[in-house]
């Protein structure tokens, strides 16, 4: 059989000949770092023989599908490690996630920590004993019975396909249900580490039993996986609840879960934020619009709303009518369109909205700001003729380009597919999603696919941001519906004076006010830049007789719009400082009796301790032309 390679070289194997083979053919580096094989696009175990021409990527640690295959063959070791640690424990799924993999099972009590240092220990002895990693099939009625004592796979095997084959990994004395593919054997797996624990609904269903799952990683290397951990770490510390709380910004109570309270100073960073937002969409040439949080019935059956996303909508009943709470601003940007006739001239028309919006999220999945019941978008619909959409398309991303990296964020762009549950039809979504990848490309930038993920109205990019844990953050999309508008029948008179139907773009940039202040707290780890800063500047006195001088500062600062405190405390300049920094205020002005007598202000900034003795003009200077440029450092 012919083997085509990546590179374009070719070469003959023999029928029957495994993916590990060919590997060991192309040397002992990939030989050593191979952990499975793209075949014909589909990824297959090392230890699969072929039997045709094919084209065929080793793939090693480094690839995202190496990854996910290293990592799901450490949830059969994890799930191993647990029937041994207790016995009790059922089966549900373990899947490989980003960063890691999880298990679910079905036990009570829950694990203690004594159970997961075990477990550990067990994962530890099972990769040490390097079990080869088998494949078999079964029947439907035989893998049923195989799997008698497991409820939640006998579920799952009811579910397959009539007539399908169901296959098992074995490895040692443990057992699975898996569709795979798999490591050839459980050594190498390597070096894992269990991270946390969490309750978690079997198949996502709140009306489903609570399931105990462990999530945990794996990597090739000590030194990677001890690397991780080490973000982990700081990732706890960086934590946005926690900062919130320490920073008397934002927090969450039991009176409202998912529902979060801004504090005063939380809420001068959210609208530095938002004026910050409506200052880039001034000039990208958008006009602002407000639509109300509570629409008719009839709305959201017209939207489609109602039949494809009732389950996460919130709704009551006025007047003996139904109404929703609105989960998303698109149907309210409909009616603003509709108000007025519209001609060629007036495209594109721009509508930015700062709507707030509610969704019926599940307990389980709230997590501080990251995820709520209710949030304000930061939405726009861009309305556009045909001729008019890569354009548009490419401005919007010209505007993320801008904000994110002004925070400092990189971004990677994935391209998400028409799902099962969609409308319009099959020609209208491949034009649509070959308009937004063609945009792109022609700006110079590339595109991953998520199959099958769109909204149900059409194809969109999502803008996934890496902050400086190397983590990533689904924030902007770019969603290019042609739908909606056939839906609520827009219009627009052409150059032709005939009734066209326009073209809309649904986009956020930040995806949600609130999502994005937690996002950038973990980034910044509380330490904002001074223009986001809720409290820029704290002045403080060495002793009662610098008082009047730090008021006079305090008025300088007020007037040139610097936030600023002042601490007048009877206490010692250094546990003023301390406190300061741990409330990681960006510059503290020192005023003792020298200061006082010459008119100056001695400076500590954030990070950098004293950098020197000034005029308050000169620091006012400075600190002005740094919120200006919003500048990240100080």
């Known amino acids: 059989m012919l083997v085509l390679f990546p590179d374009g070289s070719r070469k003959e194997f023999a029928c029957g000949t495994t993916t590990a083979d060919i590997a060991a053919s192309l040397g002992q580096k990939i030989k050593k770092q191979a952990v499975a094989a793209l075949v014909n696009g589909s990824v297959k175990g090392l230890s699969e023989p072929l039997n045709e021409d094919c084209e065929l990527k080793i793939l090693t640690f480094e690839d995202d599908e190496g990854k996910r295959v290293l990592r799901h063959s450490a949830s059969h070791v994890l799930a191993q490690a647990v029937k041994r640690v207790r016995p009790d424990a059922k089966l549900a799924i373990g899947p490989a996630i980003d960063n890691g993999f999880y298990y679910d099972f079905d036990l009570d009590p ?78 190498m797996v390597k070096f894992v580490k269990i991270t946390s624990t969490a309750g978690a609904y079997w198949r996502g269903d709140e009306h489903n039993k609570m399931l105990k799952r462990i999530y945990a990683t794996a990597f090739p ?22 900062i919130g709380r320490e920073l008397s910004l934002f927090t969450l109570f039991d009176e409202g879960p998912g529902f979060p309270f801004f504090l005063p100073k939380g809420m001068i960073l959210k609208n530095t934020l938002i004026d910050y937002w ?107 003729t045909r001729d008019q959409m890569k354009s548009e398309i490419q401005n919007v991303v010209k505007l993320l380009d801008e904000v994110y990296t002004l925070f400092g964020l990189s971004y990677e762009i994935e391209l998400s597919t028409m799902p099962d549950d969609h409308i319009g039809t099959i020609e209208e979504w491949e034009v649509n999603q070959n308009i937004l990848k063609d945009a792109i490309t022609e700006m110079g930038k590339t595109c991953t696919v998520n199959e099958g993920d769109g909204a149900f109205y059409g194809p969109k990019l999502d803008f996934h941001l890496k902050d400086c844990l190397e983590r990533t953050w689904q924030c902007g999309t770019i969603q290019l519906d042609s739908q909606l508008p056939e839906r609520f029948e827009l219009t627009y008179t052409g150059a032709d004076g005939e009734k066209h139907r326009p073209v809309m773009l649904h986009r956020v940039v930040f995806g949600s006010i609130e999502r994005f202040i937690g996002i950038i707290t973990e980034h910044f780890a509380g330490a904002f830049p001074l223009w986001l ?39 010692k300049i250094g546990f003023k400082i301390r406190e300061a920094q741990n409330l990681k205020i960006p510059y503290m002005l020192v005023i003792g009796d020298k200061e006082a007598a010459e008119g100056n202000v001695s400076v500590r900034a954030r990070g950098k301790g004293d950098i020197g003795t000034m005029k308050a003009d000169e620091f006012v200077n400075i600190a002005k032309k740094l919120i200006k440029d919003k500048a990240i450092e100080l």
């Not at 579910?159 to 569709?179: R, V």
């Not at 109300?292 to 996460?312: D, F, K």
């Not at 500062?553 to 007020?558: A, E, P, T, V």
């Open 278 to 384: 409506r200052e880039v969409h001034k000039k990208y040439g958008y006009v602002e619009i407000s639509t109300p949080m509570i629409l008719n019935r009839a709305l959201w059956e017209r939207s489609g709303h109602w039949e494809h996303y009732q389950g996460n909508m919130y709704t009551t009943s006025i007047d003996d009518t139904d109404f929703a709470i609105k989960p998303m601003n698109c149907p309210g940007g409909m009616l603003v369109y509709g108000f007025e006739p519209k001609s060629y001239r007036d495209l594109p028309l721009r509508c930015g909205e700062l709507g707030l919006v509610h969704r019926n999220e599940l307990s389980g999945t709230l997590h501080g700001l990251m995820r709520v019941r209710c949030f304000t978008q930061d939405d726009a619909h861009i309305f556009m």
């Open 533 to 571: 800063s809720p409290v820029q500047v704290r002045v403080m006195t060495i002793t009662n007789r610098a008082d009047e001088a730090a008021k006079r500062i305090m008025d300088i600062l007020k007037e040139n719009n610097i936030r600023a405190e002042l601490d007048d405390r009877n206490e």
């Open 110 to 187: 829950a694990f203690s920590q004594d159970d997961l240092q075990a477990i550990e220990n067990q994962m530890a002895k099972i990769i040490k004993q390097n079990d080869r990693i088998e494949r078999f099939e079964l029947e439907r009625e035989a893998a049923l019975e195989f799997m008698r004592e497991e409820p939640y796979k006998c579920e799952l095997i009811n579910d397959l396909p009539e007539g399908e084959k169901i296959s098992f990994y074995k490895q040692g004395d443990f057992t699975d249900l898996c569709a795979g593919p798999h490591l050839p054997s459980t050594g």
């Open 221 to 242: 290397t000590k030194e990677a996986l001890d690397e991780y951990i080490a973000r982990i770490e700081e990732a706890k510390k960086r934590d946005h609840r926690k």
